[in-house]
């Protein structure tokens, strides 16, 4: 473990010390507690870089997830448990990356680019919202932060032990005991009837989740199709596994996601997607602060002038929002999110395939085409289908068999169809059909939830959307089903055409009529076919049947606001009524079917057409989602309303946030609440400068009483953060008389003597000198305390944005005195 090489001061130990070649931005790191890895925005790149603060590997880069398009990253963040990276970018989107490897997990944007007309037709973008024109698309996010909410009260559910969970039975005395053994405790309790065992034994029930006995949903191949940035996420298998990837069981903590823009409002999210609502600030927030053990979230916002801060408390009703209500509303709302952009990209997928299998054949038929047009003879299907029950050879057709598709254009032929075939077939089978089952659950699930609570203000959910949108999923699924069955008839199909087709070239490239090529068709004959050669040729050679499946309707483009795109008369149709009948329409031997009212379509096969399916089950189910949101934006609205105003605090127009923190009020007296602590730096006299600490109360709004100041004589303030409700470190630049003497500090400080009644003093120790002389590589800036308790650093960010050293602190003691070498051996240095 290598030692600074500084001439005076106190040492921490140097665990690492990184240089890069390109700069970064230095104030707007962040450290992961939990796997010590550390996030950077690259101003060069304009991307996110992950490094280990070990050894300083580079992890993984988070990029802006469309690569044709630029976006400079805001800010990140980390969420507490290190399983997520948020990285807010300049055009207003919101991308969460895995902290494993990097991937994108999910893409959100603030409340304000929300925007009524985007409700798509087709599938161009079908979930992504459109940006404010008036602000030329610019609502970057300004905060973006989690916070780990731990719940009071309620028995904890006990999570079932592998064997129990799947085994072959699972019964209330095998849970009972379950619960016996993590909590004996409460044994009595339960046993005696106690509302805490029968409340365990109802969310038992309640989130039973059967999706977990079904098997993992796979990857997307995109066969070489531009992918969307929201549907990037499906291309590998752990971007699906993480996109799926949900909570066991109710749990004692609530994930909380608070998203700030610039357009005044603070957008909140459970389960890092599942949007609850938001609450309108004054002006854009700025930094936030939340605590564990705190409902109460503190967002600082300040004016562009500067000279007023106003300090927001949000208290979020997790209380009435909690318990198995809260975990099944939560979970099928992330589910049916994520399984709608799974589905809409699986469609876009089958008609990629589609589009692109045929391009080659197509080009080969439209090039014989014009030879048989030139010589005034059939059409080419007509052509292939005489040859076929004649086995007579035109010249035309010898010449272009033998020159044109030879043996190598066949096997492209056949390569391009089979694979066209393949890649259909796996979608719909693998992907569509397994995704719409999951659709049904989720959306079945919440539709007993609003039957039940049906008429109250528990889940204020229509149950009759929910029945519509079950019944979109079923019309989705019975043309996925038809579609599938298309697709195996015309494999089978093209695979007799194209061994038929094989023997053609070998007869026609041996001689019509020659020994070898009697030899050829007396061997080979038998091995056609001819039935299915042959309705092949006559139809679907012309136009497969796969094609009014997948082909967009002309009826169906651009986007409308919601009245009007319900009112669609397309959309208006699609339905699993016209669905069923569409289907009976096709199976039946006459032309019309009593029960089908063709009047209702554009044409008779759009109740089967996938595309159209899809974007009226987008369209259901953001329904659905604005429904639930709404539900849940009147209980913050509620809430928002019976809270007290923000705090105004009067600062220098100079001055400058460098840290804010949210406490539980049992940390400095003896009652229940939160307190907000901040810091300020402001420039004090001409060779001293000041920190201005703030302790607010979320309940009384109190402030000056728990104001003071941090002054240091001969020094500049650089950065200063908190690690305790008392302590703080801060950076300084030491003013020397000689230059060759600069330096700069870490020093720790303590808030002690602190009463009721009085403001409490300061105390300053030395914990670490940086030599800054002219010709000095390193000069600290800013810097970033992390870790957790037995393995505390504290990362150094050099003035150049290019280089940092991660310091040690498991061993730091704040109450350790200021050294400064001889000149100082054991007295406490006053700045």
Same mark, same amino acid.
């Given at each position: 473990?290598?030692?600074?090489?500084?001439?005076?001061?106190?040492?921490?130990?140097?665990?690492?010390?990184?240089?890069? @070649?390109?700069?970064?931005?230095?104030?707007?790191?962040?450290?992961?507690?939990?796997?010590?890895?550390?996030?950077?925005?690259?101003?060069?790149?304009?991307?996110?870089?992950?490094?280990?603060?070990?050894?300083?590997?580079?992890?993984?880069?988070?990029?802006?997830?469309?690569?044709?398009?630029?976006?400079?990253?805001?800010?990140?963040?980390?969420?507490?448990?290190?399983? /997520?990276?948020?990285?807010?970018?300049?055009?207003?989107?919101?991308?969460?990356?895995?902290?494993?490897?990097?991937?994108?997990? @999910?893409?959100?944007?603030?409340?304000?680019?929300?925007?009524?007309?985007?409700?798509?037709?087709?599938?161009?973008?079908? &979930?992504?919202?459109?940006?404010?024109?008036?602000?030329? %698309?610019?609502?970057?996010?300004?905060?973006?932060?989690?916070?780990?909410?731990?719940?009071?009260?309620?028995?904890?559910?006990?999570?079932?032990?592998?064997?129990?969970?799947?085994?072959?039975?699972?019964?209330?005395?095998?849970?009972?005991?379950?619960?016996?053994?993590?909590?004996?405790?409460?044994?009595?309790?339960?046993?005696?009837?106690?509302?805490?065992?029968?409340?365990?034994?109802?969310?038992?029930?309640?989130?039973?989740?059967?999706?977990?006995?079904?098997?993992?949903?796979?990857?997307? $191949?995109?066969?070489?199709?531009?992918?969307?940035?929201?549907?990037?996420?499906?291309?590998?298998?752990?971007?699906?596994?993480?996109?799926?990837?949900?909570?066991?069981?109710?749990?004692?903590?609530?994930?909380?996601?608070?998203?700030?823009?610039?357009?005044?409002?603070?957008?909140?999210?459970?389960?890092?997607?599942?949007?609850?609502?938001?609450?309108?600030?004054?002006?854009?927030?700025?930094?936030?602060?939340?605590?564990?053990?705190?409902?109460?979230?503190?967002?600082?916002?300040?004016?562009?002038?500067?000279?007023?801060?106003?300090?927001?408390?949000?208290?979020?009703?997790?209380?009435?929002?909690?318990?198995?209500?809260?975990?099944?509303?939560?979970?099928?709302?992330?589910? =049916?999110?994520?399984?709608?952009?799974?589905?809409?990209?699986?469609?876009?997928?089958?008609?990629?395939?589609?589009?692109?299998?045929?391009? &080659?054949?197509?080009?080969?038929?439209?090039?014989?085409?014009?030879?048989?047009?030139?010589?005034?003879?059939?059409?080419?299907?007509?052509?292939?289908?005489?040859?076929?029950?004649?086995?007579?050879?035109?010249?035309?057709?010898?010449?272009?068999?033998?020159?044109?598709?030879?043996?190598?254009?066949?096997?492209?032929?056949?390569?391009?169809?089979?694979?066209?075939?393949?890649?259909?077939?796996?979608?719909?089978?693998?992907?569509?059909?397994?995704?719409?089952?999951?659709?049904?659950?989720?959306?079945?699930?919440?539709?007993?939830?609003?039957?039940?609570?049906?008429?109250?203000?528990?889940?204020?959910? +229509?149950?009759?959307?929910?029945?519509?949108?079950?019944?979109?999923?079923?019309?989705?699924?019975?043309?996925?089903?038809?579609?599938?069955?298309?697709?195996?008839?015309?494999?089978?199909?093209?695979?007799?055409?194209?061994?038929?087709?094989?023997? =053609?070239?070998?007869?026609?490239?041996?001689?019509?009529?020659?020994?070898?090529?009697?030899?050829?068709?007396?061997?080979?004959? $038998?091995?056609?076919?001819?039935?299915?050669?042959?309705?092949?040729?006559?139809?679907?050679?012309?136009?497969?049947?796969?094609? +009014?499946?997948?082909?967009?309707?002309?009826? =169906?483009?651009?986007?409308?606001?919601?009245?009007?795109?319900?009112?669609?008369?397309?959309?208006?149709?699609?339905?699993?009524?016209?669905?069923?009948?569409?289907?009976?329409?096709?199976?039946?031997?006459?032309?019309?079917?009593?029960?089908?009212?063709? %009047?209702?379509?554009?044409?008779?096969?759009?109740?089967?057409?996938?595309?159209? /399916?899809?974007?009226?089950?987008?369209?259901?189910?953001?329904?659905?989602?604005?429904?639930?949101?709404?539900?849940?934006?009147?209980?913050?609205?509620?809430?928002?309303?019976?809270?007290?105003?923000?705090?105004?605090?009067?600062?220098?127009?100079?001055?400058?946030? /460098?840290? =804010?923190?949210?406490?539980?009020?049992?940390?400095?007296?003896?009652?229940?609440?939160?307190?907000?602590?901040?810091?300020?730096?402001?420039?004090?006299?001409?060779?001293?400068?000041?920190?201005?600490?703030?302790?607010?109360?979320?309940?009384?709004?109190?402030?000056?009483?728990?104001?003071?100041?941090?002054?240091?004589?001969?020094?500049?303030?650089?950065?200063?953060?908190?690690?305790?409700?008392?302590?703080?470190?801060?950076?300084?630049?030491?003013?020397?008389?000689?230059?060759?003497?600069?330096?700069?500090?870490?020093?720790?400080?303590?808030?002690?003597?602190?009463?009721?009644?009085?403001?409490? @003093?300061?105390?300053?120790?030395?914990?670490?000198?940086? @030599?800054?002389?002219?010709?000095?590589?390193?000069?600290?800036?800013?810097?970033?305390?992390?870790?957790?308790?037995?393995?505390?650093?504290?990362?150094?960010?050099?003035?150049?944005?290019?280089?940092?050293?991660?310091?040690?602190?498991?061993?730091?003691?704040?109450?350790?005195?200021?050294?400064?070498?001889?000149?100082?051996?054991?007295?406490?240095?006053?700045?």
């Amino acid at each position: 473990m290598a030692l600074e090489d500084d001439s005076h001061g106190e040492k921490l130990p140097l665990l690492f010390e990184k240089h890069v @070649s390109q700069p970064v931005a230095t104030a707007k790191a962040a450290y992961c507690d939990l796997y010590d890895l550390i996030a950077v925005i690259n101003l060069t790149t304009d991307d996110v870089a992950v490094y280990r603060a070990a050894n300083g590997q580079l992890a993984f880069t988070a990029k802006y997830p469309d690569q044709y398009e630029e976006s400079k990253p805001q800010s990140v963040s980390w969420k507490a448990d290190g399983s /997520l990276l948020g990285v807010s970018w300049d055009d207003g989107t919101c991308c969460l990356y895995s902290g494993e490897d990097g991937k994108l997990v @999910s893409r959100i944007a603030p409340s304000a680019e929300s925007k009524d007309a985007d409700w798509r037709l087709d599938l161009a973008s079908a &979930l992504a919202p459109v940006a404010d024109e008036s602000t030329d %698309g610019k609502q970057a996010p300004s905060c973006l932060a989690w916070t780990d909410h731990q719940r009071s009260g309620g028995l904890p559910l006990p999570p079932l032990r592998r064997e129990e969970k799947f085994g072959d039975e699972l019964s209330t005395e095998t849970w009972f005991n379950s619960i016996d053994s993590q909590s004996g405790t409460e044994l009595g309790k339960m046993a005696s009837g106690s509302s805490e065992g029968l409340q365990a034994l109802v969310d038992s029930v309640t989130t039973l989740d059967v999706t977990t006995v079904l098997p993992g949903l796979s990857a997307l $191949p995109a066969h070489g199709m531009r992918s969307t940035p929201d549907a990037a996420k499906f291309n590998t298998q752990s971007g699906v596994d993480n996109a799926f990837k949900t909570t066991a069981s109710v749990s004692d903590a609530v994930d909380v996601l608070l998203v700030c823009g610039s357009s005044q409002h603070a957008d909140i999210y459970l389960d890092d997607t599942v949007k609850v609502g938001s609450i309108s600030l004054d002006t854009s927030g700025t930094f936030h602060a939340s605590h564990p053990h705190c409902s109460t979230q503190a967002v600082l916002s300040r004016p562009d002038d500067g000279a007023v801060c106003n300090l927001h408390f949000i208290d979020l009703p997790l209380d009435t929002l909690g318990g198995s209500l809260l975990h099944v509303i939560a979970t099928n709302t992330k589910r =049916m999110q994520s399984l709608v952009a799974y589905v809409t990209q699986t469609v876009r997928c089958i008609q990629h395939d589609f589009t692109t299998g045929q391009q &080659l054949p197509t080009r080969l038929l439209n090039g014989f085409t014009e030879e048989l047009r030139e010589k005034d003879e059939s059409d080419p299907f007509t052509s292939l289908y005489e040859l076929l029950m004649t086995a007579r050879f035109t010249p035309t057709v010898e010449e272009w068999l033998t020159d044109i598709i030879k043996d190598t254009q066949r096997k492209r032929w056949e390569e391009s169809i089979v694979n066209l075939y393949d890649h259909i077939q796996n979608h719909i089978f693998m992907h569509l059909l397994p995704a719409l089952n999951r659709m049904s659950i989720a959306a079945s699930t919440l539709r007993g939830f609003a039957e039940l609570h049906e008429g109250t203000t528990t889940f204020d959910m +229509p149950a009759t959307l929910l029945v519509e949108l079950e019944d979109n999923v079923d019309a989705l699924r019975l043309a996925a089903e038809r579609a599938q069955l298309i697709v195996i008839a015309e494999q089978r199909q093209f695979r007799a055409f194209i061994k038929w087709l094989r023997v =053609m070239i070998d007869v026609a490239s041996a001689g019509p009529g020659s020994k070898s090529a009697i030899e050829t068709e007396q061997r080979e004959t $038998p091995n056609v076919d001819v039935n299915l050669t042959g309705a092949y040729i006559k139809l679907t050679m012309r136009k497969s049947k796969l094609f +009014p499946y997948i082909e967009q309707l002309p009826e =169906m483009k651009g986007g409308l606001d919601s009245e009007r795109f319900f009112d669609h008369p397309v959309v208006r149709s699609l339905n699993r009524e016209n669905t069923v009948a569409s289907l009976q329409q096709k199976n039946s031997t006459s032309k019309a079917t009593p029960d089908f009212d063709e %009047g209702t379509l554009s044409n008779a096969t759009a109740a089967l057409n996938l595309p159209a /399916l899809t974007a009226r089950l987008v369209a259901q189910v953001r329904l659905c989602l604005d429904k639930i949101t709404a539900w849940q934006q009147r209980l913050l609205s509620r809430q928002a309303s019976s809270g007290s105003p923000p705090v105004e605090m009067t600062l220098n127009p100079t001055a400058t946030l /460098l840290d =804010m923190k949210m406490y539980p009020s049992s940390a400095v007296r003896q009652d229940d609440g939160s307190i907000a602590q901040m810091l300020f730096s402001a420039p004090g006299g001409s060779d001293d400068s000041k920190i201005d600490f703030f302790r607010v109360d979320s309940s009384s709004g109190a402030m000056e009483e728990y104001r003071s100041e941090i002054s240091f004589n001969a020094a500049t303030v650089l950065h200063a953060q908190m690690v305790s409700v008392s302590t703080c470190f801060v950076l300084v630049q030491v003013l020397e008389t000689s230059p060759a003497d600069a330096s700069c500090e870490l020093l720790c400080c303590r808030l002690e003597n602190e009463g009721p009644k009085q403001h409490g @003093s300061w105390s300053k120790h030395l914990k670490h000198s940086f @030599s800054t002389p002219p010709q000095a590589a390193f000069t600290p800036k800013h810097f970033v305390v992390g870790g957790r308790p037995g393995k505390q650093v504290v990362v150094v960010f050099g003035g150049d944005g290019r280089s940092w050293r991660v310091l040690d602190l498991t061993d730091y003691d704040a109450a350790t005195p200021i050294r400064r070498g001889k000149e100082r051996s054991g007295d406490q240095m006053t700045f």
